[in-house]
């Protein structure tokens, strides 16, 4: 079963470590599902809310009382003076906490900071006591930019260690709200409160809140996901060096913060922050002309307190109702392009109420809608969307970047804007105008919005980044000088074949031919017969001269490899006509070894001297006339080698020969030729399940020139009319398709996303799945806008709903049994087969409207046991898929119990009003049909039926009727028992079948095996033990059935191994001779190596009793492994086994 969808035993626990809270009751469920929140983070998330709210309470508290004795005691004009020099005082501390980050665990670091927090108030408390408001408040408002720096650096400090990427795009939004409320309550205090108590004894509560805080943050720090994060551990802080290109300036940047991301993220912070405390500023010094003045500090900070609770309200309800759908609807880009987007608006309204004499109240009233949107969306929006940009950055990059942007950069714009701004009232004259601010807001918030979209894009290139890259890039080897080429003709003297051959290879590519003939003459006598062929194969005319001779001995050696002797006959054949070689070449024409004569008669043929090419033709001709099929094969063979398109007669005639044998030499002869006249005749072999594989391969030989035939048959209609002419089944029109994807071109391409866009749901799930299949091996890529990738949108919601079907299916029938195992364990088993089939669904259609290198880079990421690298995957496919579908296919795709997956699916896929009792899925299963389901999952319940019936089979027996006749043979055979069960199990019943249905159902012939017992054979073979059933079935469709007497030779020593074989029943020798090395019997497979190595059979295998094979081909195979990993996986498995075998053989032996 596959652990997306039953557990996540497999992989590791959510990174925020914490237990979730037992005994949850619905309320709390139902409330979780409101916050989006899940059951195993609500410990960590209530934790993390309640810090920020006792740190936001304290920081609202300082804020007011510093700003309101502050503007009773200053002009609001030396405010520009209070950031230069917080600027100056922030470096040092982000600094000093960036030292102490590399040195000190963060069990210490964190607890550190709140301490120094609660010492920090504390003493702003003595001072003002000790020596007063005058000369304490230009102090108390710089230290107020040093409480909220330690703050930030804390409090998101531990959040961004705590949750990954996903978890903070969905977490941050609602983490960060707890200041909100917390600064309400500040401010309506303040309010309240500043006239009983006195400004100076709030102090205390801000520092009793930042105590409280510290039992939390201990709490939050026992977290196991803070376990590895002790930076001073690691080699991060100082950032690796990056490679990047451009200006110097850029790579300067980008070295100090460790990352052209982080680069992008620190200017769109210090366009942030410039504009903010412009805002701020204009506000402040508006206040202060309305509500300022000596003495009136208790008053202004009154009036502070009920403005700023207000703007905190407004962010209350924007938090609650608006946020978490703008983001949605939005995405990531276009809600960081909001806040400025609109501050730019009421920018210019600012400018333009101005121009046209507004009065000064009406421009404060301005500034003070900037500082609420400016306030309500940096809370609501910017802030958590920017936390959570630093997300998919490695973890220790992560706080390399966010300490070094809230440390350095925010404190450099924070001077920069003291700076700007005193230069502004010097120019000014003391006496700043209100279209000053707004010119420069102008100016700062088309910056902005440029930053935001390279961010944007840097962000896509962080994620994919994030992901481990599985991927190795390599390059020709070039033996560049003669050093080089020592170190290779040094491994010619190798024992082991495959480096000789590898060498000669390269010596071959880079060295001229007149220096290698004596390196390769003293290769033609090298004990490996591969070593022998590889140099004959590389010989040339300008190579063979002195080496004739030796040449012409290797081929008339009689105890020599057929393979070596053929491979001589045709370097001497490369001679020109006029030559000594192809003169002597005509004694092998009547060689009585078929691989020699081969290479003789094509080897004179192509020689193009008039006696070698009469006579070899007519031994050619001689061939094609052979009574013997051996010699017509031959024939068609060598046919097809030569390539001549207009000798295409033999080869129609072949097509229609009565032996198999020679039909098949025909078929690949056709696909070398790709004559037009042949086309029709292999095209009519598609559907010959002997046959059928081969006419593909020729087909795809054919290339473009096939397309109009088979784009023509795909859509059931005569070539170059639109007049309906045939209707093939499912299973050939499918094979069409394959057939087009491995031609490929645009006119292949088209006629699949024809299919694609007319084919109704009920032409199947396997039609539309090969014509998935076939794009994808084509690598067709949608284009940005249009009806196809409309159509493979829809077809991602389709498998969406579809696997959430088959996983509340599965999970019922599981729930229904009232014990560990569920009540039907083959029907459930086959339901979470197909949510994992609509898994590799999501994955195929993925690959087809983004790059498949990104969509191979998510799959790893997701099969990562790095929760991170998961999280990233999942990250980077919100950015490829629509938001309707990004939140599912997510949910889908990750790892999840299935109770929490399926709970977190229903607002996305509603469940049915009441759920479904098991003969309901059943009989759903039955009624969709192959339109939706595996043919396995159809045969399961089929299968159920016949061998536990339920007491309301009775009424599905109706829906087997379609079954009986269909031309799957899985699903006709397995359609067939269950009617027949049901039959006499029902058989007092009203249930009545005529003698002659009954006849039907059972009319099975024993000739040949049923699907569902190739299936069972398979999955008890070890390299397929693994494998899914669903899977299976197709492996089951291409191995073909052979049948083998006592004695009969299955292949021999030296031929070309194109197959696999499993043993239904009886028993294989295999030998050389009288010498045995392995007998196989039932369920034992032999000669798998030549799936993976079509090299000449190392031995014979011979039937010792008469025998049922199954036969599996080769390129069957190959293509089958590369759309089913899990079969490429058992070949691995199965090899793995081999090695670890002859392992322990080597050692017992030595």
Same mark, same amino acid.
């Given at each position: ?33 409101? #916050? ?124 961004? /260690? ?234 220790? #990059? ?11 950069? =925010? *404190? ?7 700076? !700007? ?50 991927? #190795? ?31 000669? %290879? ?22 490996? %017969? ?74 004179? /043929? ?5 006696? +070698? ?54 078929? @690949? ?14 095209? =009519? #072999? ?70 694609? @866009? ?8 396997? /039609? ?5 299949? +076939? ?72 690959? @087809? ?47 999840? *119990? ?53 007491? %309301? ?8 009727? *379609? ?17 027949? %069960? ?49 899977? /299976? ?79 599996? =081909? ?24 081999? !090695? ?11």
């Amino acid at each position: 079963m596959s652990a997306p969808f039953t557990s996540t035993a497999a992989l590791p626990s959510p990174r925020i470590g914490m237990s979730a809270p037992g005994g949850a009751t619905s309320f709390q469920h139902r409330l979780l599902a409101t #916050l989006n929140v899940r059951q195993e983070e609500a410990r960590a998330v209530q934790w993390l809310f309640l810090h920020h709210f006792l740190q936001g309470f304290g920081e609202a508290l300082f804020f007011t009382v510093a700003s309101a004795l502050f503007l009773a005691q200053f002009a609001a004009a030396k405010l520009p003076w209070v950031f230069l020099t917080a600027a100056g005082v922030l470096l040092v501390v982000g600094r000093l906490y960036a030292w102490l980050e590399h040195r000190l665990p963060v069990r210490r670091l964190l607890p550190g900071v709140v301490v120094a927090l609660v010492v920090l108030v504390l003493l702003a408390w003595t001072g003002l006591n000790a020596v007063g408001a005058t000369a304490m408040a230009f102090t108390l408002v710089v230290l107020h930019r040093v409480i909220y720096l330690l703050t930030n650096l804390e409090f998101w400090g531990v959040s961004a /260690l705590l949750l990954d990427v996903r978890q903070g795009k969905r977490l941050f939004g609602l983490i960060s709200a707890g200041d909100v409320p917390a600064k309400l309550l500040g401010y309506l205090l303040v309010a309240v409160l500043g006239p009983t108590l006195g400004l100076p004894n709030l102090l205390v509560l801000a520092a009793l809140a930042f105590a409280a805080s510290l039992p939390v943050l201990t709490r939050l720090l026992q977290s196991p996901a803070l376990a590895e994060a002790d930076p001073h551990h690691h080699a991060h802080h100082a950032p690796a060096a990056v490679t990047t290109s451009g200006s110097t300036l850029f790579t300067a940047f980008t070295a100090f913060f460790g990352s052209p991301f982080i680069v992008g993220l620190a200017g769109l912070s210090f366009v942030a922050v410039v504009g903010f405390t412009c805002i701020d500023f204009a506000f402040l010094e508006g206040a202060q002309q309305r509500y300022g003045g000596a003495g009136k500090a208790t008053e202004l900070a009154r009036f502070l307190g009920l403005f700023l609770g207000l703007g905190k309200a407004l962010t209350i309800v924007t938090k609650l109702f608006f946020s978490g759908r703008i983001v949605g609807r939005l995405g990531v880009k276009w809600a960081l392009l909001l806040p400025p987007a609109l501050l730019l608006v009421l920018a210019f309204g600012t400018a333009a109420a101005h121009a046209a004499g507004a009065q000064a109240s009406a421009l404060f009233g301005l500034f003070g809608a900037l500082l609420l949107v400016a306030q309500v969306f940096k809370y609501t929006l910017h802030d958590p969307i920017f936390l959570a940009l630093f997300q998919p950055l490695s973890r220790h #990059l992560r706080l390399h970047g966010h300490t070094t942007v809230k440390g350095v950069v =925010d *404190p450099l714009a924070l001077g920069a804007t003291g700076a !700007l701004l005193a230069g502004l009232i010097w120019l000014r004259g003391g006496n700043l105008e209100p279209t000053d601010i707004s010119r420069v807001l102008i100016g700062l918030l088309i910056g902005w919005g440029a930053l935001v979209l390279f961010v944007s894009r840097q962000y896509l290139l962080t994620l994919n980044g994030a992901i481990k890259q599985r991927f #190795l890039a390599g390059s020709q080897v070039v033996l560049g000088d003669r050093a080089a080429v020592a170190v290779v003709e040094a491994r010619l003297a190798s024992p082991h074949p495959e480096e000789v051959i590898y060498a000669i %290879e390269l010596l071959v590519k880079s060295q001229p031919p007149a220096a290698l003939a004596g390196t390769l003459a003293g290769l033609l006598h090298h004990p490996a %017969e591969a070593v022998r062929r590889q140099v004959l194969d590389q010989l040339t005319v300008a190579t063979l001269g002195a080496m004739q001779p030796a040449v012409l001995a290797l081929a008339r050696t009689r105890d020599e490899v057929p393979a070596v002797r053929a491979a001589a006959v045709r370097a001497l054949c490369q001679q020109p006509a006029d030559a000594e070689g192809p003169a002597l070449a005509l004694s092998f024409l009547d060689d009585t070894e078929p691989a020699v004569r081969r290479a003789a008669i094509i080897g004179l /043929l192509r020689s193009g001297g008039l006696e +070698a090419v009469v006579l070899a033709g007519q031994q050619l001709l001689q061939l094609v006339e052979a009574p013997d099929p051996a010699g017509r094969a031959l024939a068609a063979d060598l046919i097809g080698e030569l390539g001549v398109r207009s000798f295409y007669q033999p080869i129609a005639a072949f097509l229609r020969d009565a032996d198999s044998t020679v039909r098949r030499a025909a078929v @690949l002869a056709a696909g070398r030729l790709a004559n037009a006249q042949l086309l029709s005749a292999v095209l =009519d #072999l598609l559907p010959d399940p002997a046959l059928g594989e081969d006419a593909a391969r020729a087909l795809t030989g054919f290339g473009e020139a096939a397309v109009p035939a088979l784009e023509a048959r795909l859509h059931g209609k005569a070539p170059g009319t639109n007049q309906r002419e045939r209707a093939d089944g499912a299973d050939v029109r499918v094979a069409y398709a394959h057939v087009l994807g491995r031609i490929g071109g645009a006119r292949a391409e088209a006629a699949l996303t024809s299919l694609l @866009l007319t084919e109704p749901p009920s032409a199947g799930r396997f /039609l539309r799945e090969a014509a998935l299949r +076939a794009l994808r091996s084509s690598g067709y890529q949608a284009p940005a806008r249009g009806a196809i990738r409309d159509t493979l949108y829809a077809l991602l919601e389709e498998q969406l709903q579809h696997s959430t079907w088959c996983l509340r299916a599965a999970h019922a029938l599981a729930a229904a049994s009232g014990s560990d195992a569920p009540a039907f364990p083959a029907v459930c088993a086959a339901l979470l087969e197909e949510a994992v089939s609509a898994r590799e669904w999501v994955f195929r259609l993925l690959a @087809l409207v983004a790059p498949p290198r990104t969509v191979l880079k998510i799959r790893a990421g997701l099969e990562s046991r790095v929760r991170e690298q998961a999280a990233n995957a999942l990250e980077i496919l919100d950015h490829l898929v629509p938001p309707r579908l990004s939140t599912p296919l997510a949910l889908l795709l990750e790892a999840l *119990p299935l109770p929490e997956k399926l709970r977190l699916l229903a607002p996305h896929v509603p469940a049915p009003a009441t759920p479904l009792l098991p003969a309901e899925m059943m009989a759903h299963v039955l009624e969709i049909g192959t339109a939706a389901f595996h043919r396995w999952t159809i045969a399961t319940v089929l299968h159920t039926l016949s061998t536990r019936p339920l007491p %309301e089979a009775v009424t599905l027996f109706a829906l087997l009727s *379609p079954y009986r006749t269909h031309p799957d043979a899985l699903l006709r055979q397995t359609a067939r028992g269950a009617a027949g %069960e049901l039959a006499m199990a029902n058989a007092p019943s009203s249930v009545s079948l005529s003698s002659a249905a009954m006849t039907h159902f059972f009319a099975t012939t024993t000739e040949s095996l049923l699907e569902i017992e190739k299936v069972v054979v398979l999955k008890s073979t070890s390299m397929f033990a693994d494998t899914p059933e669903h899977i /299976l079935v197709d492996v089951a469709a291409i191995v073909r059935e052979e049948r083998v007497t006592a004695g009969q030779t299955i292949f021999q020593a030296g031929d070309f191994g194109d197959a696999m074989y499993v043993i239904y029943q009886g028993e294989v020798r295999i030998h050389a001779g009288e010498t045995t090395f392995a007998t196989f019997r039932n369920r034992d497979l032999f000669g798998e190596l030549a799936l993976l190595d079509p090299e000449p059979r190392s031995a014979t295998a011979t039937a010792t009793i008469d025998s049922l094979l199954l036969r599996l =081909d080769q390129e069957a195979f190959y293509e089958l492994m590369a759309e089913r990993r899990e079969v490429a996986q058992g070949i691995l498995r199965m090899l793995t086994r081999r !090695l670890r075998a002859q392992n322990q053989l080597l050692a017992g032996k030595g």
